[in-house]
């Protein structure tokens, strides 16, 4: 495993423990046409934290269990922040773990 998955690794159970710890984490599946969205984090069909929850952990935590290759773009701690703009959570939390994912994905490199 590499020094970017091993990191990512972390993050995800980390990101999942902030979900949880933030009551956002749901036990309730959508249907599989709203996770078949197209759109990008499945506005159409999801809100941004069962993107989160359903579609984006499960396929970085496939990635890094298979040492797949990972995202050298990724922005989302910018949608969590308009996201939670209207919302009463504190998600600083939140928002600094979604940075620092960001950050992980976006570097080329495995120096991290």
Do not use: N
């Amino acid at each position: 495993m590499t020094g970017r998955h091993h990191l990512l690794a972390q993050q995800l159970c980390l990101l999942e423990e902030q979900l949880r710890d933030m009551a956002l984490w749901s036990e309730h599946v959508p249907d599989a046409m709203a996770l078949a969205s197209c759109e990008p984090f499945a506005v159409d069909t999801l809100t941004f934290v069962e993107w989160l929850q359903f579609i984006f952990l499960p396929r970085m935590q496939q990635a890094v269990d298979a040492v797949a290759p990972l995202p050298t773009a990724c922005s989302i701690a910018p949608m969590a922040e308009e996201y939670f703009r209207g919302v009463s959570a504190d998600s600083g939390a939140l928002l600094a773990l979604l940075a620092s994912i960001d950050k992980i994905l976006s570097s080329p490199s495995d120096t991290h």
